[in-house]
């Protein structure tokens, strides 16, 4: 968006504002808010909800409720030359009055399956093939991972190859093995049907990445063709 308008990108992460020292906290958010409002910008506030929590939440301290008061005030002030935006995970947080504030909400639910897929290709850069990527992408979805997640998987999964002087497919496989083993058996056993009926990989390597012994999957298979 800050390309779009030809407008600097500006970014900040009110956690980094929070001091220990509570009566500070309101004057470092005026002061970045100020200092945005000097020239025309693209702001965006990270993390919104830990300064603009909900004023009714009888657990916060006084002095936090005063810091959404001071948040809405200089939102109120912001300049019609600039764009404004914040990003939270946790939206049912936010002070109504924050809400009300901005002129489009716009929510990013978590990517299927597909979607994953396509993210895990442009963070593993060719570093691992398609079929590999596919488990991934099944096993992070089975999560309910978001891009972020799968971000942070190929990122760790690339240094420990290097490291460990392994291709980034069998770290990935590795990683994914340890999540889907510490699945109950019965969805250990779903999720290593849908692998072998996708044809992904072999039944030994399913067998080795989801801890379901080849018998089993050959008697659900058995059963399955039975059925039909």
Known sequence: M???????????????????????????IRKVLDYAKASPSVLLLDELDTVAKRRDDGAEVGELKRLVTVLLQEIDDWPASSLLLAATNHASLLDPAVWRRFDV???????????????LEQYCEKQAESKV????????????SSFADAHRLVSAARRRAVLSEVAVAEVLLDSCGQQVRQLPFPERVRFAMD????DHMSQRRVCELTGVSRDTMRERLRRQTGQN
């Open 2 to 28: 800050a390309q779009r308008l030809g407008l600097p990108l500006l970014v900040l992460d009110l956690s980094s504002v929070m001091s220990s020292f509570l009566g500070r906290t309101g004057g470092n």
């Open 195 to 198: 692998l072998v009926q996708a």
């Open 105 to 119: 909400v716009v929510d990013f639910p978590l990517p299927d399956e597909e979607q994953l897929l396509l993210a």
């Open 133 to 144: 990527l596919a488990v991934v992408a099944k096993v992070l979805r089975s999560q309910e």
